[in-house]
């Protein structure tokens, strides 16, 4: 079955540098989320997108900004980056809940990014 | 306080053993719960939802307790590959998910 794909799988970046991120939701999945892992953390939920709107943010810094296009994929794009900001970044889709279905979450492999 | 809290381990436990986590959640609104598993430097998988009157999937149970705010995952006939770390997952009123720390579990040979 398709899963979530991200591109890039890595990336390394300079400080104050900036960064683009992209995120190709599952097929028919309407709804796409940003998270943050750090080392040795659990995710952070940093913002999502419902139907190209944006519903729902998080701990996403003023530096990040994203959106959702017509094709549903979505675009983390990080600014003026920072060496915190190295982390895995996930983007992860669903569907409407529905009957028995709880709108669970697919995640993609991730981009690692490094900043240095 | 964080919104899911989790023993984080490690669970060290021999092929075949039956192991259980626990975690509890503080937002009392929360509608939907899921137990993830994540692969060191891998994305997290989606293990299972919980369901209020309990669910089960091959060797994987899973429970919630509402009025405790506790749920659990119980493994039985614990195999190599079931070595992760398992997340417990929340949540709460809008979309985005609460995630535990983790417990980490390794199954020994």
């Known amino acids: 079955a398709a899963g979530v794909i991200q591109s890039p799988r890595h990336l390394i970046k300079e400080k104050r540098e900036t960064a683009t991120l992209k995120c190709y939701p599952i097929?028919?999945?309407?709804?796409v989320y940003w998270y943050q892992q750090g080392p040795g953390q659990d995710p952070q939920f940093l913002i999502s997108f419902y139907e190209k709107m944006q519903s729902d943010k998080g701990s996403i810094p003023d530096r990040f900004s994203a959106q959702q296009f017509s094709d549903y994929h979505s675009e983390l794009n990080m600014s003026s980056l920072e060496l915190g900001d190295s982390a895995l970044y996930f983007c992860?889709?669903?569907?409407?809940?529905?009957?028995?279905?709880?709108?669970?979450?697919?995640f993609g492999p991730g981009t690692r990014l490094t900043v240095t | 306080r964080k919104e899911v809290e989790q023993d984080p381990g490690p669970f060290n436990v021999p092929e075949g053993a039956t192991v259980a986590f626990n975690c509890t959640y503080s937002n009392s609104a929360s509608q939907s719960f899921f137990w993830y598993r994540q692969d060191c430097r891998k994305e997290p998988k989606l293990l299972m939802s919980v369901y209020s009157s309990g669910n089960e999937d091959g060797r994987f149970t899973a429970q919630l307790n509402r009025a405790s705010q506790y749920i659990s995952l119980l493994i039985r006939d614990s195999k190599l590959s079931d070595s992760a770390t398992y997340l417990c997952?929340?949540?709460?009123?809008?979309?985005?998910?609460?995630f535990g720390t983790g417990t980490r579990l390794t199954v020994i040979p």
């Open positions: 992860a889709s669903s569907s409407r809940p529905q009957r028995e279905k709880r709108g669970e979450q697919y």
């Open positions: 997952v929340v949540k709460a009123g809008a979309n985005n998910l609460f």
């Open positions: 097929p028919r999945h309407d709804t």
